[in-house]
Nanobody, 121 residues
């Protein structure tokens, strides 16, 4: 079992940046692929980005390519989502998730509680 805790959300103006962090418990963090998802009010949860256990493979939804970067530090059991050039449509609760398989979306085995990101216009 792995527990995930997100942080770093907040209020930012359009064009600004935020870095989300997700700290994981346990000693087998590097065995998990990690993903970031988001859910806007009244909408379904959407996949944002994923990274493989060794960090060599990443994948992004089209709307964030070139603006968001997912990375991980296995020594710190932490995955990050650097978000630049933020837009109001990026406003959502952002969740990190862990799975034994690298997935470009879909269901993950473990989820954090989420962190709110609000982008003002």
């Amino acid at each position: 079992q792995v527990q995930l805790v997100e942080s770093g959300g907040g209020l930012v103006q359009a064009g600004g940046s935020l870095r989300l962090s997700c700290a994981a418990s346990g000693r087998t963090f590097s065995r998990y692929a990690m993903g970031w998802f988001r859910q806007a009010p009244g909408k379904e949860r959407d996949f944002v980005a994923a990274i493989s256990g060794n960090g060599r493979t990443t994948y992004y939804r089209d709307s964030v390519k070139g603006r968001f970067t997912i990375s991980r530090d296995n020594a710190k059991n932490t995955v990050y989502l650097q978000m630049n050039s933020l837009k109001p449509e990026d406003t959502a609760v952002y969740y990190c998730a862990a799975d034994s398989l690298f997935k470009r979306g879909g269901e993950y085995d473990h989820w954090g509680q989420g962190t709110q990101v609000t982008v003002s216009s």
